[in-house]
């Protein structure tokens, strides 16, 4: 039962354009969606959240937008830098609970 | 200076064997986590720990168990090691509360894969 889901396993964008990352979920009691990202060999590390009574969140180079009523949030890159080439996995909380639910991931891929 | 770090970093084992994993924060959370990530790439969750005490047990094997001697430290011990116990574990801290209080922020470790032949 996957409440948090990214179907595209990858992504391939050209340095300086922007990256795309879609996440859907199914869980109305979700109430915080973060991003995390993480490199080969290392754990995921924070990178944004959005509290569900937004529709946006920006830092930096980084927005996270969420839809409410299509379960849909998504992560924009702009610009793309190869060292953004990582895995990013996005996660919601539960309002009654106390963990993460993450998704499969989405492995990013930023060339020069 | 780590804030959370695991050890072992890589494990190869026997089946049937029993192994510890272990886990230490240095940022002062209240609230540990192990994790696992399979073979299918989903991060799970297994136990969550807040100031030594269990809070969340997710339906793991009782062949799976947690050990948090103080609030900095959360070990994991795995007995009868099975060939489905492979994979990625990842120890986590968090401030108290919900996920990790206001923003819900997980700080990981480096993760300890575990191979069982």
């Known amino acids: 039962d996957q409440q948090v889901k990214q179907n595209s396993p990858s992504l391939s964008v050209q340095e300086g354009r922007i990256s795309i990352l879609n996440c859907d979920y199914t869980n109305s009691m979700f109430d915080y969606f973060l991003w995390y990202k993480k490199y080969p060999a290392e754990g995921p590390t924070f990178l944004i959240s959005i509290s569900s009574i937004k529709d946006k969140n920006e830092d930096g180079r980084f927005t996270v937008f969420l839809n409410k009523s299509a379960k849909h949030l998504s992560l924009h890159i702009v610009p793309s830098q190869p060292g953004d080439s990582a895995v990013y996995f996005c996660?919601?909380?539960?309002?009654?609970?106390?963990?993460?639910?993450f998704g499969k991931g989405t492995m990013l891929l930023v060339s020069p | 200076d780590t804030a959370v770090s695991q050890t072992p970093k890589y494990l190869v084992t026997q089946m049937g064997n029993d192994k510890s994993i272990k886990c230490e924060q240095n940022?002062?959370?209240?609230?540990m986590y192990w994790y696992k990530q399979d073979s299918k790439k989903f991060l799970k969750i297994m136990f969550s720990y807040n100031n030594k005490e269990l809070i969340i047990n997710e339906t793991v094997p009782n062949r799976f168990s947690p050990k948090s001697p103080d609030k900095a430290h959360l070990n994991l011990h795995i007995n009868s090691l099975e060939l489905g116990d492979s994979a990625v574990y990842f120890c986590?801290?968090?401030?108290?509360?919900?996920?990790?209080?206001?923003?819900?922020?997980?700080?990981f470790g480096e993760g300890s894969r575990l191979t069982v032949l």
């Open positions: 986590a801290s968090s401030l108290p509360g919900l996920a990790g209080g206001v923003t819900g922020e997980l700080f």
């Open positions: 996660a919601a909380r539960n309002s009654g609970y106390s963990t993460l639910t």
């Open positions: 940022l002062g959370h209240d609230t």
